[in-house]
């Protein structure tokens, strides 16, 4: 059992961590002293079809405590930050305590730092922008940004530069423009009080690959079966790990060990990320030590 510290009733409770860190359960401990209510700040459990594959709460997990916020997209409908913080600002009137967890970190930064309102992406921009990063590589879009951007920018990153030359393509200004206009957070950082799961790299991975066996043998795979047949690689939901392994393995292209190994490597990878976002974002949080 994780050993938190004095918890207060008065405030919400942030708890982030890697994937597999037992932020869950973890969280139903605090709803059943509290009295409080669980939201979910995880990109992918927010969708419909993929429960047991994105470990999201079992049904009598739900029954413990309201959940909320949980599987409440279908899986082709894109769903972002912004989306999550609007359908989350009316639960945080319920008057109960909020337990929000999750292991997405730009839901929590944005929930206690502010997002910027950016205008959505069209279609045809996103695919302009593919098509120069695809031809020119990423040198093509950096050049075109503008100076106050590329300060602030990991020229290393393609998700992040593609994100800033499209928003500049779109709207006429650099991203660093917009953020500079960031509306006041919904829930600032000092009217919370906010958890980070320290864990051992050894005990996580070791984690990570007895979930996923378990979750091989409890209904992922029959979540496969029944998502096959609307299956297309760039539904939102599709960036559930496994779920691509598992199409292939239902066409006969991988093994179950196979299926296993892919997922499990992907999951470490995915939870190293997450960790190094951590300790990047979130110095500023309580951290608590895992066994």
Do not use: C
């Not at 029959?222 to 047949?229: C, G, K, T, V």
Request: charged fraction near 25%; hydrophobic fraction near 40%; aromatic fraction near 6%.
């Amino acid at each position: 059992m994780i050993r938190l510290p004095e918890i207060s009733t008065e405030l919400p409770i942030l708890i982030a961590g890697p994937t597999a860190s037992g932020k869950s359960a973890l969280a139903l401990d605090v709803a059943a002293r509290s009295g409080g209510f669980i939201v979910n700040a995880d990109a992918l459990q927010v969708f419909s079809d993929w429960r047991v594959l994105t470990a999201r709460p079992s049904e009598q997990d739900e029954r413990s405590a309201p959940h909320f916020l949980y599987g409440h997209v279908p899986g082709d409908r894109p769903y972002s930050v912004g989306q999550w913080l609007r359908d989350l600002a009316p639960l945080l009137q319920d008057g109960r305590q909020p337990i929000i967890v999750g292991g997405t970190g730009l839901y929590f930064t944005a929930l206690t730092e502010g997002l910027a309102d950016i205008p959505a992406i069209s279609p045809e921009t996103r695919r302009r922008a593919e098509r120069r990063l695809a031809h020119g590589g990423i040198g093509a879009l950096l050049h075109e940004l503008d100076a106050a951007t590329l300060a602030r920018l990991d020229p290393h990153n393609p998700m992040r530069v593609q994100r800033a030359w499209e928003v500049l393509s779109e709207t006429g200004r650099g991203l660093a423009s917009w953020h500079d206009e960031t509306p006041p957070p919904l829930l600032p950082l000092s009217k919370t009080q906010a958890i980070v799961l320290d864990v051992d790299k050894g005990w996580l991975n070791d984690r990570i690959e007895r979930r996923f066996r378990w979750m091989l043998g409890n209904g992922a795979l029959e979540e496969a079966i029944r998502n096959r047949a609307d299956w297309a690689s760039d539904r939102p939901s599709a960036k559930a790990i496994g779920a691509r392994e598992l199409m292939l393995h239902l066409a006969g292209a991988m093994t179950l060990e196979q299926v296993r190994d892919s997922a499990t490597i992907a999951t470490r990878q995915y939870a190293k990320r997450q960790r190094s976002w951590l300790r990047a974002r979130m110095k500023a949080w309580q951290w608590v030590a895992t066994p």
